[in-house]
T-cell receptor
Framework: RKEVEQDPGPFNVPEGATVAFNCTYS??????FFWYRQDCRKEPKLLMS???SGNEDGRFTAQLNRASQYISLLIRDSKLSDSATYLC????????????FGSGTRLQVQP | SQTIHQWPATLVQPVGSPLSLECTVE??????LYWYRQAAGRGLQLLFY??????ISSEVPQNLSASRPQDRQFILSSKKLLLSDSGFYLC????????????FGEGSWLTVV
C-alpha cells in the first residue's frame, strides 16, 4: 500500500463549481498534513496546512479524519486559476525529517 | 525572508556524462535540505535529505549522490547519467524537526539523451 494515495483525476469542473478531493494515508502515527499546489512544469507550493479541527482559507477548506486516515480539500466557487495539480502531503515516518507526497489530483476548471 | 535558489534550470546531457545540480538557501541557518525527483506524470520521490553539514541520508539506491559542503548548500551529483535519470529535480528546505513545511526551489529539468 502506498504511504499516501490520491485519485489522479482529472477532475473537470465548470467555473463556480464546488469540488472535493480526498487523500488516504497509511501511517496512523502521522502528525503533520498539508495540501500543496503544483502548476504545470513548476515547483509545488504550500496551499495550506491541515489541522485536526479542520481549517478554512478563503474558498479552500481542509479536513482531517484520523480514525479513517484521510484528508480532504474542498474548493468552493472554482476559478480558472485553480486549475492545477493538488498534492496531499503527510509526514509518514517520524524517523526522518521529510514529508511524503501523494502523486496528486489534477483539477481542470473550465469556462 | 528565506529564499532558495537552484540551478541550472534546464539541461540536456548525454548518457554517461556527469551531473551537478546546486542549491543554496538564504535567510536561515541549519535548515533541513532535500532533493526530490519527479518523473514525467509521476509523484515526488525523495532522493536525499540532510540535517546538517556532511550529514546525508539516501532514500533510494541509485547512481546519484548528494553532498552538503556548507550549511546552506546542497549539491546533487552523478558520475554517469542513465536515461532513467531524466526528470524534474527539486531542491527543498525546511526548519529543523520532523514534519515541518517544506519549501521548494524552482526546479531543474534534466533530459538525458
Amino acid at each position: 500500500r502506498k504511504e499516501v494515495e490520491q485519485d489522479p483525476g482529472p477532475f473537470n469542473v465548470p467555473e463556480g463549481a464546488t469540488v472535493a478531493f480526498n487523500c488516504t494515508y497509511s501511517n496512523s502515527a502521522s502528525q503533520s498534513f498539508f495540501w500543496y499546489r503544483q502548476d504545470c512544469r513548476k515547483e509545488p507550493k504550500l496551499l495550506m496546512s491541515v489541522y485536526s479541527s479542520g481549517n478554512e482559507d478563503g474558498r479552500f477548506t481542509a479536513q482531517l479524519n484520523r480514525a479513517s486516515q484521510y484528508i480532504s480539500l474542498l474548493i468552493r466557487d472554482s476559478k480558472l486559476s485553480d486549475s492545477a495539480t493538488y498534492l496531499c502531503v503527510v509526514n509518514g515516518d517520524t524517523g526522518r525529517r521529510a514529508l511524503t507526497f501523494g502523486s496528486g489530483t489534477r483539477l481542470q476548471v473550465q469556462p | 525572508s528565506q529564499t532558495i535558489h537552484q540551478w541550472p534550470a534546464t539541461l540536456v546531457q548525454p548518457v554517461g556524462s556527469p551531473l551537478s545540480l546546486e542549491c543554496t538557501v538564504e535567510g536561515t541557518s541549519n535548515p533541513n535540505l532535500y532533493w526530490y525527483r519527479q518523473a514525467a506524470g509521476r509523484g515526488l520521490q525523495l532522493l536525499f535529505y540532510s540535517v546538517g553539514i556532511g550529514q546525508i541520508s539516501s532514500e533510494v539506491p541509485q547512481n546519484l549522490s548528494a553532498s552538503r559542503p556548507q550549511d546552506r548548500q546542497f549539491i546533487l551529483s552523478s558520475k554517469k547519467l542513465l536515461l532513467s535519470d531524466s526528470g524534474f529535480y527539486l531542491c527543498a528546505w525546511s526548519w529543523g524537526g520532523s514534519g515541518n513545511t517544506i519549501y521548494f526551489g524552482e526546479g531543474s529539468w534534466l533530459t538525458v539523451v
